[in-house]
């Protein structure tokens, strides 16, 4: 595709948003606004734990039919509804994800506390669900047409252990055709993730011969040991710049208190701007547990078994960042310019790490709205200014999609 000046764009987005079309479709979101809360509150309280997407799939696709987008749904069960274009070799994938963090059981009704809305997921993603409703529902209501083809998909796997499943089987799919990516993640509209964030995610785990906590005293404890390198692990320095952050998020082991486990296992997150300190963070991790184990042989009594320490990658987030140049970043630049949206740029870890590691142009932004809480049971959301974010989405969405090469 040509690059185009952030001048132009300027100039481009004023034109287009005088375009008698574009105006009913920013009319028809200001008028809609109502019922695109109610959307998002009928997605939101569908569960949608990681890998158990499929219920919460099956009613955005009824809402993208209404939208009338040609839809389906592909083997890992993301929710693909196209919007044809004029030229059909090139595609602007507009995406948010289906899925949360919370487990199976999680309470996710929402409540209304005032303006906010209270629910786990509510913010992330239930505010990008609704934006990618409400901007198929405009543009067919304002009859648009665009040069490419645009395709709205709420994917599948993006959070937890998922490893961006569902956006790399995205990517997989329309590759040849692809010109930029948006995904579209959580409220806010103060931001442009334009650099993915590389994270590598580990379960670390101790096995050994299991016994009985008073007959076997004194053989050596998977969850003991596991302790020890987790502490020694926890004590390793990380650096400011690049950015470098770990976490162990998930702890598990044993059958019962009486009982010495034969298992234990803690999966821990890794993140950093620069992949070089990720390898240094994983070989440490891997000396820690080693260590560990070794602290905690020495303690038990001799000839009552061994320990094995093991590691299991659940995923590998790639980075990659969005060129100077590139058209999609004049486009939304020039968008926050003419709304008067004050915005930063940030790096992520989110659905577009994908395809920025691959070199094809990607942003993530919000849906609009204000949130806050995210992956917590205290999530909520205030749907003030949620048309601005709107209308950012839907006026980036039509310079890139209506300009052809």
Same mark, same amino acid.
């Given at each position: 595709?040509?690059?185009?000046?952030?001048?132009?764009?300027?100039?481009?987005?004023?034109?287009?948003?005088?375009?008698?079309?574009?105006?009913?479709?920013?009319?028809?979101?200001?008028?809609?606004?109502?019922?695109?809360?109610?959307?998002?509150?009928?997605?939101?309280?569908?569960?949608?734990?990681?890998?158990?997407?499929?219920?919460?799939?099956?009613?955005?696709?009824?809402?993208?039919?209404?939208?009338?987008?040609?839809?389906?749904?592909?083997g890992l069960g993301n929710v693909i509804g196209e919007r044809p274009g004029t030229n059909h070799d090139d595609v602007i994938?507009?995406?948010?994800?289906?899925?949360?963090?919370?487990?199976?059981?999680?309470?996710?009704?929402?409540?209304?506390?005032? =303006?906010?809305?209270?629910?786990?997921?509510?913010?992330? #993603?239930?505010? *990008?669900?609704? &934006? !990618? %409703?409400?901007?198929? /529902?405009?543009?067919?209501?304002?009859?648009?047409?665009?040069?490419?083809?645009?395709?709205? =998909?709420?994917?599948?796997?993006?959070?937890?252990?998922? #490893?961006?499943? *569902?956006?790399? &089987? !995205? %990517?997989?799919?329309? /590759?040849?055709?692809?010109?930029?990516?948006i995904a579209v993640d959580g409220a806010a509209i103060d931001y442009i993730t334009t650099q993915g964030l590389a994270s590598?995610?580990?379960?670390?785990?101790?096995?050994?011969?299991?016994?009985?906590?008073?007959?076997?005293?004194?053989?050596?404890?998977?969850?003991?040991?596991?302790?020890?390198?987790?502490?020694?692990?926890?004590?390793?320095?990380?650096?400011?710049?690049?950015?470098?952050?770990?976490?162990?998020?998930?702890?598990?082991?044993?059958?019962?208190?009486?009982?010495?486990?034969?298992?234990?296992?803690?999966?821990?997150?890794?993140?950093?701007?620069?992949?070089?300190?990720?390898?240094?963070?994983?070989?440490?991790?891997?000396?820690?547990?080693?260590?560990?184990?070794?602290?905690?042989?020495?303690?038990?009594?001799?000839?009552?078994?061994?320990?094995?320490?093991?590691?299991?990658?659940?995923?590998?987030?790639?980075?990659?960042?969005?060129?100077?140049?590139?058209?999609?970043?004049?486009?939304?630049?020039?968008?926050?310019?003419?709304?008067?949206?004050?915005?930063?740029?940030?790096?992520?870890?989110?659905?577009?790490?994908?395809?920025?590691?691959?070199?094809?142009?990607?942003?993530?932004?919000?849906?609009?709205?204000?949130?806050?809480?995210?992956?917590?049971?205290?999530?909520?959301?205030?749907?003030?200014?949620?048309?601005?974010?709107?209308?950012?989405?839907?006026?980036?969405?039509?310079?890139?999609?209506?300009?052809?090469?």
């Amino acid at each position: 595709m040509a690059t185009i000046s952030l001048r132009a764009a300027d100039i481009n987005v004023q034109a287009l948003a005088r375009e008698p079309g574009v105006m009913r479709a920013s009319d028809w979101l200001a008028h809609n606004l109502a019922w695109i809360t109610d959307q998002q509150i009928h997605l939101n309280e569908i569960p949608a734990p990681e890998f158990s997407e499929t219920e919460r799939g099956v009613a955005l696709r009824k809402l993208f039919d209404a939208s009338g987008l040609k839809t389906r749904v592909d083997g890992l069960g993301n929710v693909i509804g196209e919007r044809p274009g004029t030229n059909h070799d090139d595609v602007i994938l507009l995406a948010a994800h289906l899925d949360t963090v919370f487990p199976a059981g999680t309470d996710v009704r929402v409540k209304r506390n005032g =303006a906010r809305l209270e629910a786990p997921g509510i913010a992330d #993603n239930g505010a *990008g669900l609704a &934006a !990618l %409703v409400a901007i198929s /529902r405009a543009l067919e209501e304002s009859h648009i047409r665009t040069g490419m083809t645009i395709v709205f =998909a709420g994917d599948v796997g993006e959070e937890g252990e998922g #490893n961006l499943r *569902g956006i790399r &089987a !995205l %990517v997989e799919t329309y /590759r040849s055709r692809l010109r930029a990516v948006i995904a579209v993640d959580g409220a806010a509209i103060d931001y442009i993730t334009t650099q993915g964030l590389a994270s590598r995610r580990i379960e670390a785990f101790v096995t050994g011969p299991g016994g009985h906590s008073w007959s076997d005293f004194g053989a050596p404890n998977p969850i003991t040991a596991l302790s020890r390198g987790i502490v020694k692990f926890s004590g390793i320095s990380v650096p400011d710049m690049p950015r470098t952050s770990f976490n162990f998020g998930v702890i598990e082991g044993g059958t019962s208190v009486n009982s010495i486990p034969n298992r234990a296992a803690v999966k821990v997150d890794l993140r950093s701007e620069d992949d070089t300190q990720l390898a240094r963070l994983e070989a440490a991790l891997h000396d820690a547990i080693q260590s560990g184990v070794n602290d905690e042989m020495a303690a038990a009594q001799r000839g009552t078994g061994s320990l094995e320490p093991g590691f299991r990658s659940l995923g590998v987030r790639p980075s990659g960042k969005l060129a100077e140049n590139s058209e999609l970043l004049a486009a939304i630049t020039s968008v926050d310019t003419y709304l008067s949206n004050s915005s930063r740029r940030e790096r992520s870890s989110t659905d577009a790490n994908v395809p920025l590691s691959m070199g094809i142009p990607a942003i993530a932004i919000g849906g609009g709205g204000l949130g806050g809480g995210s992956h917590s049971l205290d999530e909520w959301y205030d749907s003030t200014d949620r048309l601005v974010g709107l209308k950012r989405i839907l006026l980036t969405t039509l310079l890139i999609a209506r300009t052809t090469s």
